[in-house]
């Protein structure tokens, strides 16, 4: 599948395992600047990701 992404001019990076997919949801830094990111910027904006509560979730779990 990589050579497929990069025949289309698509960096990858493997952002595995699935419970990591936070990283790349609304609001984190590989969102926001997704379109204008080579593979080092969506790397270091993967790692740059900080977790946050939704307080909306937690409410409604009580």
């Known amino acids: 599948m990589t050579r497929l992404y990069d025949r289309f001019g698509f960096d990858m990076v493997d952002n595995s395992p699935l419970s990591e997919s936070w990283r790349?949801?609304?609001?984190?830094?590989?969102?926001?600047?997704?379109?204008?990111?080579?593979?080092?910027?969506l790397a270091r904006n993967l790692r740059r990701a900080r977790r946050f509560v939704n307080p909306l979730r937690t409410a409604a779990a009580k």
């Open 24 to 41: 790349t949801g609304p609001g984190q830094p590989a969102w926001i600047r997704h379109a204008y990111q080579n593979r080092e910027e």
